[in-house]
């Protein structure tokens, strides 16, 4: 059973960057997917980012591709989300996720453990 903590979180001004990490233990990190979501106060959690299993694919949503990037180092069971350009309306609990597939995915029904989510607020 993978287990994943997260950090990085924090206050930025906008136009700022922040890179959020999420360390995995237990399972088998590099056989499984990994994705990025949030959650603003008072909306649905939404997809960021995805990154497949050996980090050779990812892909963000498409109103944030160039600024939010993700990656991952499977040596080091750790993924990371590197978001720049940051918006008063990037402001949300972000999690990170592992699915059991070597396929990225934006839908968050295919992840089946999570982080335990991180706050970023972005200041006008």
């Known amino acids: 059973q993978v287990q994943l903590v997260q950090s990085g979180g924090g206050l930025v001004q906008a136009g700022g960057s922040l890179r959020l990490s999420c360390a995995a233990s237990g399972g088998t990190f590099s056989s499984y997917r990994m994705g990025w979501f949030r959650q603003a106060p008072g909306k649905e959690r939404e997809f960021v980012a995805t990154?497949?299993?050996?980090?050779?694919?990812?892909f963000s949503a498409a109103s944030l591709k160039g600024p939010f990037t993700t990656s991952r180092d499977n040596a080091k069971n750790t993924g990371s989300l590197q978001m720049n350009s940051l918006k008063p309306e990037d402001t949300a609990v972000y999690y990170c996720?592992?699915?059991?597939?070597?396929?990225?995915?934006?839908?968050?029904?295919?992840?089946?453990?999570w982080g335990q989510g991180i706050q970023v607020t972005v200041t006008s």
């Open positions: 990154i497949s299993a050996s980090g050779g694919t990812q």
């Open positions: 996720a592992t699915g059991r597939s070597s396929y990225g995915s934006s839908l968050s029904a295919d992840y089946d453990t």
